[in-house]
């Protein structure tokens, strides 16, 4: 994506108040505590084990690593995780963001 | 909410293994597959769960990302379907089979006639097809063996008796013919007695020697032509003849003014209830009402296993309607009524051939709403009757 749209982007979203998800093709994560993940908009499960989840997104990766993991529910383009959550880590492409 | 709805749908449990798990999953849940309780097992294989209707897209992808499926479980109502359905037609097969047994004790499996010549028992056979006894039919709602015994007596004029008997599923006949005994009884030495008294109209004795003629009153036993040809004489013969006499009878009546008089108007209400046991449980019919006067008539039909009758029956309550209605007569119509019926009624007694000749009100009074009636009438019959001569001893 040329580096002029997303400024047009960046600027309309911030015009007109919406939610940066939307516009921006970013994953949405919520968290519970450290017992529930729930990431929206993503793009593709990468791997997946009781240690370690890694999603895809448009730019980048999102790693999550805790104990004893598992996948409550996968749809399309949302995915619900549980388990012990130790971190989240973000790991944008070097060409966007 | 989500979990239940999957109930509803049927959920199953998969394992898979292969290399490009994730990239498989991933497609699936782009089709649109709903996947969860997704956990890793080991580093190969993965468990997770998925709503019955995805397994078909599962199917069609596993071979572009080489992964085995093993279905190791499944949940929910088509499951619990599929199980029961097993079940129900273990069921089914039972209760026909019942049904069957029943059906082929309550079948006609054959008829036995016995005692009869083979013509007669062609006849017979006949009858009772018509009659819609025969082999393989059911017995259910067939006649009574007493009503089939009445009706082949009725309409088999050769018969002088028949047994009818239901044995089991099968039906046992004992015929008797009617043997013509042609004694010779007619050759044998008789006399013409009168049979009752009266006075001689007519005489005509085609064997034997009249003592008699026309306008001789007789009283009962008196002989009328003798069979001995010659007074004091040797030989007796067979007296044949008709000797008719005028008789004569008195009627006595006594009938109300009054009568009530019930009606079947020949509205019928039918109900039907199933008996077991002791208890009778309306099936059909109960809500007809029972309004007015009903004359009720319940016909309860066994149904049997074997020889074992069974405490489950089908009896059936006909309800017929009926009218009240008082009739006032007149004297005058009373009387005529009195007439004729005496006039039928004596002639019924009468032996056939006997002619009302005359008809005579002696008496006719009117007391506390009855009339007093007494007729006489005048009868021509023939009142010779053949007496045999003992001879010898």
């Known amino acids: 994506m040329p580096k002029w749209q997303q400024q047009i982007r960046t600027w309309i979203g911030r015009y007109f108040d919406l939610p940066a998800d939307v516009m921006l093709d970013l994953p949405r994560i919520t968290t519970i505590g450290s017992i529930h993940v729930y990431i929206e908009n993503h793009t593709g499960l990468l791997h997946f084990s009781e240690e370690e989840v890694r999603i895809q997104y448009k730019k980048g990766q999102v790693r999550i690593v805790g104990r004893d993991l598992g996948v409550k529910m996968m749809l399309k383009e949302e995915l619900l995780l549980e388990g012990e959550l130790k971190s989240v880590e973000f790991f944008p492409d070097s060409k966007g963001g | ?393």
Request: with cysteine.
């Open chain 2, 1 to 393: 909410m989500g979990n239940q709805r999957g109930y509803f749908e049927g959920v199953l449990t998969i394992e898979a293994s292969g290399p490009l798990l994730e990239p498989f999953l991933q497609a699936c849940t782009r089709r649109g597959c709903r996947v969860t309780s997704l956990r890793r097992l080991d580093e190969t294989t993965v468990r997770f769960t998925i709503r019955l209707k995805d397994w078909k897209i599962l199917r069609s992808l596993r071979r572009k990302y080489k992964c085995r499926l093993t279905i190791k479980e499944g949940k929910g109502v088509p499951f619990l379907y599929k199980l029961m359905r097993r079940r129900l037609s273990v069921a089914a097969a039972f209760l026909a089979a019942l049904v069957l047994v029943f059906l082929a004790a309550n079948t006609l499996w054959s008829i036995k006639v016995e005692g009869l010549t083979p013509e007669l028992e062609a006849a017979v056979e006949k009858k009772l097809n018509t009659y819609g006894v025969s082999p393989g039919r059911l017995t259910i709602g067939m006649k009574d063996p007493n009503d089939i015994q009445q009706q082949l007596l009725e309409d088999i004029p050769d018969l002088l008796w028949i047994g009818v008997k239901k044995q089991g599923t099968s039906y046992h006949l004992y015929g008797v013919k009617k043997t013509r005994h042609d004694t010779n009884q007619d050759n044998q030495p008789s006399n013409l007695v009168a049979s009752k008294k009266g006075m001689i109209v007519q005489t005509f004795i085609k064997k034997g020697r009249p003592l008699v003629s026309v306008y001789d009153v007789v009283k009962k036993g008196q002989v009328l032509a003798t069979g001995e040809l010659v007074e004091e004489g040797e030989t007796f013969v067979h007296t044949e003849g008709d000797v008719t006499a005028e008789t004569w009878y008195r009627v006595e009546q006594e009938l109300p003014l009054q009568q009530i008089i019930t009606l079947t108007d020949g509205t019928v209400e039918t109900e039907y209830h199933l008996k077991i046991g002791g208890w009778s449980v309306p099936v059909w019919g109960w809500w007809r009402g029972t309004d007015g006067s009903y004359r009720d008539e319940n016909v309860t039909t066994d149904w049997r296993v074997f020889s074992y009758s069974l405490p489950l029956n089908m009896k059936r309550v006909d309800h017929f309607a009926i009218d009240t209605g008082a009739m006032e007569s007149s004297r005058k119509e009373i009387e005529k009524i009195g007439r004729k019926a005496a006039g039928q009624s004596l002639l019924q007694e009468l032996e056939p051939g006997a002619e009302i000749k005359d008809e005579k009100v002696l008496h006719l009074s009117e007391e506390h709403g009855k009339v007093k009636l007494i007729l006489l009438y005048k009868v021509y019959e023939n009142i010779a009757e053949t007496k045999y001569i003992s001879q010898g001893d």
